[in-house]
C-alpha cells in the first residue's frame, strides 16, 4: 500500500461461538480457515474459551492466531477459577494493548455472562489505527449501561480525534435501539456510508434475521464496501455470519 490519499484496510467482526458450529463440532482451525478466506487485515472476535473444559483446555485464540500467522490480544470476559472466556481481536500487523476493561454487566442465573471491551493500536500500512472490540450484553438496560461507558471519558471520549478509529464487536443490538443509537452519535455506522444501506442481518445463521454485529469508525476513515460473508463454511463454522468492511484512510 502506498502512501496517497484512499488508503485501504479490510476489517471484519466475527462471534465465533466458542468455535462450535452448527454441526455441534469444535473446529479453531475451521474458524481460522474461514478468517483466512476473509482477507482482512484485522479482525475482532467474540466468544473464546481459554484453558475451558469445554474446549479440552486449549488458547482458541492462540490456536487461531497461529494458524494464521499473525498477532493477538485476548481478554476475558468471564472467569471462573481457572477457566477464561472472552473476546480478542486479531491482526496481520503488530499491536500494541491500549486497555481491556470488564463493562458494568447484569448477570443472572440465567445468563451469568459478564462483558468487556478490548483496545489496541495497531501498526498498519495506513499508520496506527485503533481498534476496539466488544460483546454487549443481553438486557437492554446492561447495553445500555456498557455503551454509556464505552462513549465516556474512559473509552472513546479519550481517544484523540486525529487518530483513526474503529470500534467493532457483537452489541446485541439493531441499528435502532438505543444503545447502538448512542454508539452511533460519536461514530459512524459502516453501513450508512455506503448506498444503498444495506441491512446486514448476520443472526442466526441458520435463518439471519438481526444485524446485531457492528463496525462503526470515525471521521479518519471512509468506506468502500461492507457485507455480510454468506457461503457454505461460514453457514455452519459459527452461529453468526463474519461481517466485512473495507475502509479507506482519509489523509490531508
Known amino acids: ?108 442465573r440465567i445468563c451469568p455472562e459478564s462483558r468487556a471491551a478490548i483496545w489496541v493500536e495497531i501498526e498498519t500500512p495506513v499508520g496506527a489505527v485503533q481498534v476496539i472490540n466488544t460483546h454487549l450484553g443481553l438486557g437492554r438496560r446492561e447495553r445500555f449501561m456498557q455503551a454509556q461507558l464505552l462513549v465516556g471519558p474512559e473509552w472513546l471520549g479519550s481517544a484523540t480525534t486525529s487518530d483513526p478509529l474503529v470500534l467493532l464487536g ?13 454508539i452511533a452519535r460519536q461514530l459512524r455506522d459502516v453501513r450508512t456510508l455506503v448506498s444503498p444501506t444495506p441491512s446486514l442481518k448476520t443472526f442466526p445463521t441458520r435463518l439471519p434475521l438481526l444485524a446485531v454485529d457492528h463496525i462503526l469508525v470515525n471521521n479518519s476513515f471512509g468506506v468502500n464496501s461492507v457485507r455480510v460473508v454468506r457461503n457454505a463454511a461460514t453457514k455452519i463454522a459459527s452461529d453468526h455470519f463474519p461481517l466485512v468492511a473495507d475502509l479507506r484512510r482519509w489523509r490531508e
Open 1 to 108: 500500500m502506498s502512501g496517497n490519499v484512499g488508503e485501504r484496510l479490510r476489517v471484519a467482526t466475527y462471534n465465533v461461538h466458542g468455535c462450535r458450529g452448527m454441526d455441534a463440532r469444535r473446529s479453531e482451525q475451521r474458524i481460522a480457515e474461514v478468517i483466512a478466506t476473509l482477507d482482512v487485515d484485522v479482525i475482532g472476535l467474540q466468544e473464546l474459551d481459554l484453558n475451558r473444559r469445554r474446549s479440552a483446555g486449549v488458547d482458541q485464540a492462540a490456536l487461531i492466531a497461529d494458524q494464521l500467522g499473525w498477532h493477538r490480544f485476548f481478554h476475558p470476559a468471564l472467569r471462573v477459577a481457572d477457566e477464561h472466556y472472552g473476546d480478542a481481536i486479531l491482526s496481520r500487523y503488530p499491536m500494541r494493548l491500549q486497555k481491556a476493561q470488564e463493562l458494568p454487566s447484569v448477570t443472572t
Open 170 to 182: 457483537d452489541f446485541n443490538s439493531l441499528p435502532s435501539s438505543p444503545a447502538f443509537q448512542l
